[in-house]
Protein backbone atom coordinates (compact mmCIF):
# COMPACT_ATOMS: atom_id res chain seq x y z
CA UNK A 1 0.00 0.00 0.00
CA UNK A 2 1.33 3.23 -0.95
CA UNK A 3 1.65 6.19 1.48
CA UNK A 4 -0.60 9.14 0.99
CA UNK A 5 0.76 12.29 0.36
CA UNK A 6 0.49 13.89 3.17
CA UNK A 7 2.19 11.09 5.34
CA UNK A 8 4.71 11.08 2.66
CA UNK A 9 7.56 12.45 4.91
CA UNK A 10 7.21 10.11 7.32
CA UNK A 11 7.10 6.76 5.06
CA UNK A 12 9.45 7.81 2.42
CA UNK A 13 12.67 6.12 4.15
CA UNK A 14 10.68 3.15 4.62
CA UNK A 15 9.38 2.83 1.02
CA UNK A 16 13.32 3.30 -0.18
CA UNK A 17 14.33 0.72 2.40
CA UNK A 18 11.92 -1.91 1.34
CA UNK A 19 12.47 -4.45 -1.40
CA UNK A 20 10.07 -3.21 -3.76
CA UNK A 21 11.18 0.49 -2.80
CA UNK A 22 12.52 1.29 -6.33
CA UNK A 23 8.62 1.17 -8.23
CA UNK A 24 7.02 2.62 -5.19
CA UNK A 25 9.20 5.25 -5.25
CA UNK A 26 8.33 5.88 -8.64
CA UNK A 27 4.62 5.96 -8.38
CA UNK A 28 4.80 7.88 -5.38
CA UNK A 29 7.38 10.28 -7.23
CA UNK A 30 4.42 10.55 -9.94
CA UNK A 31 2.06 12.28 -7.13
CA UNK A 32 3.81 14.77 -5.09
CA UNK A 33 5.14 17.98 -6.86
CA UNK A 34 8.61 18.03 -7.74
CA UNK A 35 9.93 20.33 -4.97
CA UNK A 36 8.14 18.58 -2.59
CA UNK A 37 10.11 15.25 -3.88
CA UNK A 38 13.38 16.92 -3.51
CA UNK A 39 12.53 17.79 -0.11
CA UNK A 40 11.56 13.78 0.77
CA UNK A 41 14.09 12.51 -0.67
CA UNK A 42 16.68 14.61 1.54
CA UNK A 43 14.42 14.18 4.46
CA UNK A 44 15.26 10.12 3.49
CA UNK A 45 18.88 10.01 2.56
CA UNK A 46 20.05 12.95 4.17
CA UNK A 47 21.20 16.39 2.62
CA UNK A 48 24.62 15.69 2.30
CA UNK A 49 24.13 12.25 0.40
CA UNK A 50 22.09 14.37 -1.95
CA UNK A 51 24.41 17.41 -2.08
CA UNK A 52 27.61 14.67 -2.88
CA UNK A 53 25.01 13.00 -5.56
CA UNK A 54 24.20 15.92 -7.22
CA UNK A 55 28.00 17.14 -7.69
CA UNK A 56 29.05 13.97 -8.88
CA UNK A 57 26.29 14.06 -11.64
CA UNK A 58 27.33 17.16 -12.41
CA UNK A 59 30.98 16.08 -12.76
CA UNK A 60 30.01 12.99 -14.87
CA UNK A 61 28.13 15.49 -17.57
CA UNK A 62 30.97 17.67 -17.98
CA UNK A 63 33.37 14.54 -17.93
CA UNK A 64 31.28 13.02 -20.70
CA UNK A 65 30.68 16.42 -22.50
CA UNK A 66 34.50 17.21 -22.65
CA UNK A 67 35.43 13.51 -23.73
CA UNK A 68 33.17 13.92 -26.87
CA UNK A 69 34.57 17.74 -27.41
CA UNK A 70 38.04 15.81 -27.31
CA UNK A 71 36.94 12.80 -29.40
CA UNK A 72 35.74 15.56 -31.90
CA UNK A 73 38.91 17.70 -32.15
CA UNK A 74 40.74 14.57 -32.39
CA UNK A 75 38.51 13.74 -35.55
CA UNK A 76 41.16 13.01 -38.92
CA UNK A 77 38.58 15.14 -40.74
CA UNK A 78 38.13 18.17 -38.77
CA UNK A 79 38.91 21.54 -39.70
CA UNK A 80 38.30 24.55 -38.16
CA UNK A 81 36.71 27.52 -39.11
CA UNK A 82 39.38 30.15 -39.03
CA UNK A 83 39.04 33.68 -39.75
CA UNK A 84 39.94 37.18 -39.41
CA UNK A 85 39.66 37.81 -35.26
CA UNK A 86 40.45 41.02 -33.13
CA UNK A 87 41.28 39.15 -30.10
CA UNK A 88 41.14 42.20 -28.09
CA UNK A 89 37.37 41.98 -27.93
CA UNK A 90 37.62 38.73 -27.31
CA UNK A 91 40.04 39.05 -24.35
CA UNK A 92 37.64 41.18 -22.94
CA UNK A 93 34.42 39.71 -23.42
CA UNK A 94 35.93 36.39 -21.65
CA UNK A 95 37.47 38.36 -19.01
CA UNK A 96 34.03 39.88 -18.21
CA UNK A 97 32.69 36.54 -17.94
CA UNK A 98 35.25 35.73 -14.89
CA UNK A 99 35.00 38.56 -13.04
CA UNK A 100 32.16 38.12 -10.66
CA UNK A 101 33.60 34.56 -10.16
CA UNK A 102 37.02 36.22 -9.71
CA UNK A 103 35.55 38.72 -6.88
CA UNK A 104 33.88 36.04 -5.08
CA UNK A 105 36.76 34.24 -4.99
CA UNK A 106 38.66 37.75 -3.85
CA UNK A 107 41.22 37.61 -6.55
CA UNK A 108 42.20 39.92 -9.11
CA UNK A 109 41.30 39.39 -13.09
CA UNK A 110 43.42 41.86 -15.35
CA UNK A 111 43.23 42.06 -18.66
CA UNK A 112 46.64 44.00 -20.55
CA UNK A 113 46.12 44.15 -24.03
CA UNK A 114 48.36 46.11 -26.25
CA UNK A 115 46.78 48.61 -28.37
CA UNK A 116 46.40 48.54 -32.19
CA UNK A 117 47.03 44.73 -32.58
CA UNK A 118 46.22 43.45 -35.76
CA UNK A 119 43.83 40.99 -36.73
CA UNK A 120 44.49 37.07 -36.25
CA UNK A 121 43.49 34.27 -38.05
CA UNK A 122 41.52 31.88 -35.99
CA UNK A 123 38.27 30.04 -35.10
CA UNK A 124 36.78 32.59 -32.48
CA UNK A 125 34.99 30.00 -30.57
CA UNK A 126 37.92 27.35 -30.10
CA UNK A 127 40.18 30.49 -28.99
CA UNK A 128 37.16 31.66 -26.81
CA UNK A 129 36.92 28.16 -25.13
CA UNK A 130 40.77 28.22 -24.95
CA UNK A 131 40.82 31.15 -23.05
CA UNK A 132 38.05 29.92 -20.46
CA UNK A 133 39.92 26.74 -19.68
CA UNK A 134 43.10 28.27 -19.18
CA UNK A 135 41.25 31.33 -16.54
CA UNK A 136 39.32 28.58 -14.87
CA UNK A 137 42.57 26.79 -14.67
CA UNK A 138 44.33 29.89 -12.84
CA UNK A 139 41.12 30.51 -10.76
CA UNK A 140 41.01 27.50 -9.17
CA UNK A 141 44.51 27.41 -8.26
CA UNK A 142 44.98 31.09 -7.27
CA UNK A 143 44.08 31.98 -3.86
CA UNK A 144 42.63 34.77 -2.03
CA UNK A 145 44.33 37.97 -2.59
CA UNK A 146 45.97 36.41 -5.58
CA UNK A 147 46.44 38.00 -9.14
CA UNK A 148 45.58 36.66 -12.20
CA UNK A 149 46.51 38.74 -15.59
CA UNK A 150 45.26 38.09 -19.25
CA UNK A 151 47.40 39.99 -21.84
CA UNK A 152 47.77 40.09 -25.70
CA UNK A 153 51.06 41.48 -27.18
CA UNK A 154 52.51 41.47 -30.36
CA UNK A 155 54.89 38.85 -31.12
CA UNK A 156 56.74 38.58 -34.43
CA UNK A 157 54.38 37.71 -37.31
CA UNK A 158 51.93 37.24 -34.57
CA UNK A 159 49.95 38.09 -31.21
CA UNK A 160 51.04 36.11 -28.06
CA UNK A 161 48.18 35.49 -25.70
CA UNK A 162 49.44 35.03 -22.02
CA UNK A 163 47.90 34.10 -18.93
CA UNK A 164 49.46 33.86 -15.79
CA UNK A 165 48.65 33.06 -12.18
CA UNK A 166 50.46 33.96 -8.67
CA UNK A 167 48.67 31.08 -7.21
CA UNK A 168 50.54 27.53 -6.50
CA UNK A 169 52.75 26.57 -8.93
CA UNK A 170 53.17 23.05 -10.77
CA UNK A 171 56.55 21.12 -9.45
CA UNK A 172 59.07 21.17 -12.63
CA UNK A 173 58.30 16.91 -12.61
CA UNK A 174 54.88 17.16 -13.50
CA UNK A 175 55.06 20.36 -16.28
CA UNK A 176 56.26 17.65 -19.12
CA UNK A 177 52.87 15.99 -18.31
CA UNK A 178 50.44 18.42 -17.81
CA UNK A 179 48.60 18.17 -20.96
CA UNK A 180 48.25 14.34 -20.79
CA UNK A 181 44.13 13.64 -20.42
CA UNK A 182 43.07 13.19 -16.90
CA UNK A 183 46.38 13.62 -15.16
CA UNK A 184 46.41 15.49 -12.17
CA UNK A 185 49.57 16.24 -10.14
CA UNK A 186 49.36 15.08 -6.60
CA UNK A 187 49.77 18.57 -5.42
CA UNK A 188 48.41 21.06 -3.26
CA UNK A 189 47.21 22.49 -6.92
CA UNK A 190 45.11 20.09 -8.32
CA UNK A 191 44.20 18.01 -4.68
CA UNK A 192 41.08 19.78 -4.45
CA UNK A 193 40.21 20.66 -7.39
CA UNK A 194 36.99 19.70 -9.32
CA UNK A 195 37.78 19.62 -13.06
CA UNK A 196 37.81 16.70 -15.31
CA UNK A 197 41.49 16.60 -15.66
CA UNK A 198 40.81 17.47 -19.66
CA UNK A 199 40.75 21.04 -19.71
CA UNK A 200 44.56 21.47 -20.39
CA UNK A 201 44.39 18.70 -22.35
CA UNK A 202 41.68 20.40 -24.88
CA UNK A 203 43.72 23.74 -25.07
CA UNK A 204 46.28 21.86 -26.24
CA UNK A 205 45.06 20.32 -29.37
CA UNK A 206 43.04 23.52 -30.19
CA UNK A 207 46.20 25.43 -30.25
CA UNK A 208 48.01 22.92 -32.68
CA UNK A 209 44.75 22.95 -34.62
CA UNK A 210 46.03 26.48 -35.00
CA UNK A 211 49.75 25.61 -36.01
CA UNK A 212 50.70 26.07 -32.75
CA UNK A 213 52.43 25.32 -29.51
CA UNK A 214 50.92 25.71 -25.47
CA UNK A 215 53.78 26.88 -23.69
CA UNK A 216 53.85 26.89 -19.98
CA UNK A 217 56.63 28.45 -16.96
CA UNK A 218 55.84 27.81 -13.52
CA UNK A 219 57.31 27.93 -9.99
CA UNK A 220 55.80 26.05 -6.77
CA UNK A 221 54.15 28.72 -4.50
CA UNK A 222 55.18 31.21 -7.05
CA UNK A 223 52.60 31.16 -10.03
CA UNK A 224 51.85 29.60 -13.24
CA UNK A 225 52.06 31.02 -16.95
CA UNK A 226 50.50 29.46 -20.07
CA UNK A 227 51.06 31.54 -23.79
CA UNK A 228 50.78 30.45 -27.30
CA UNK A 229 51.22 32.45 -30.66
CA UNK A 230 48.87 32.92 -33.22
CA UNK A 231 49.44 34.16 -36.82
CA UNK A 232 47.99 37.79 -38.05
CA UNK A 233 45.22 37.60 -40.80
Given amino acids: RLPRTGRADRDFPQLIASPDGGVAVVEVAA ?3 GGQMADLVRHAVGVDLVEIALRQAQHLQTLISELFELARLDFEGYRIDAEPVQLGELARDVAQEFGLAARNRQVALDLDVEPELGL ?9 RTLTNLLENALVHTPAGGRI ?25 D ?9 R ?10 GSGL ?14 E ?3 DSI ?12 LA
Fill in 199 to 212: GLAIVKRIVELHGS
Fill in 149 to 173: VLSLRAQGEGVRLRVSDNGSGIAAA
Fill in 185 to 194: ADTARTRDAK
Fill in 214 to 216: IRV
Fill in 120 to 128: VCADIGLIE
Fill in 175 to 183: LPRIFQRFY
Fill in 31 to 33: RIP
Fill in 220 to 231: VDRGTTFWFDLP
